[in-house]
């Protein structure tokens, strides 16, 4: 089922918008739904968001009603900061080398060879750092336990990513599921533009 909805999002056209009230531009299908400042698209990582956008696909509203996730009117979320690129990407999850909360965690050795890490269930995987046309970024996949509609522990997934133009904006890309929406979120890491001064 995550597969054939994941070849359905990935099949549609792709349209680049400015979103002017938030100071960014990137590409996402056409048929989507994007939304300034929805109200479900509220965590922020402790920091204030100075704008966030929702991001979802057509026959979204549909597939959480028959999921047993409890799932977000926008499976994909963008938020925007006025921070420094190291705290939006530490409040994100993910951990460099040398950062060191306690003994023993993370696991230095369970790393990206360029030192990178994102927070899992008591533990970490690795994370990859790379540049884009605008930005130096960092992208990982993390795995949780949540709780299902029915109140069963459920194990899910997230793709991140954060993005900062080494002028104090930052953006963080949250997707629902890691496999599901990888494609956009590539996507998304790719085209996006700080429009911002």
């Known amino acids: 089922m995550k597969f054939?909805?994941?070849?359905?999002?990935v099949a549609s056209a792709l349209q680049a918008k400015t979103?002017?009230?938030c100071g960014v531009r990137f590409e996402y299908p056409d048929?989507?739904?994007?939304?300034?400042?929805?109200?479900?698209?509220?965590?922020?990582?402790?920091?204030?968001?100075?704008?966030?956008?929702g991001l979802h696909p057509p026959?979204?509203?549909r597939y959480p009603k028959n999921s047993p996730f409890?799932?977000?009117?926008?499976?994909v979320a963008i938020r925007l900061f006025d921070r420094p690129f190291l705290q939006?990407?530490?409040?994100?999850?993910f951990l460099?080398?040398?950062?060191?909360?306690?003994?023993g965690f993370p696991d230095l050795d369970y790393r990206a060879p360029e030192g990178w890490a994102i927070m899992v269930r008591q533990g970490t995987l690795p994370?990859?750092?790379?540049?884009?046309?605008?930005?130096?970024?960092?992208?990982?996949?993390?795995?949780?336990?949540?709780?299902g509609k029915d109140g069963v522990v459920t194990s899910e997934t997230r793709e991140a990513a954060v993005l900062n133009d080494r002028h104090r904006h930052s953006a963080s890309i949250d997707a629902w599921d890691d496999t599901m929406f990888s494609v956009v979120v590539s996507r998304l890491v790719r085209t996006f533009r700080f429009v911002t001064p």
Not at 31 to 53: E, F, G, H, Q
């Open 127 to 147: 994370a990859h750092a790379f540049h884009t046309d605008c930005c130096q970024a960092v992208r990982g996949k993390s795995w949780y336990h949540s709780r």
């Open 59 to 61: 026959g979204w509203s």
């Open 4 to 9: 054939a909805l994941a070849l359905l999002f």
């Open 96 to 103: 460099r080398r040398s950062d060191r909360y306690f003994e």
């Open 31 to 53: 048929d989507w739904t994007a939304k300034v400042n929805p109200r479900s698209v509220y965590w922020s990582y402790d920091l204030p968001a100075r704008c966030t956008i």
């Open 88 to 93: 939006v990407a530490r409040k994100a999850g």
């Open 19 to 21: 979103f002017e009230q």
């Open 70 to 75: 409890a799932l977000e009117a926008y499976p």
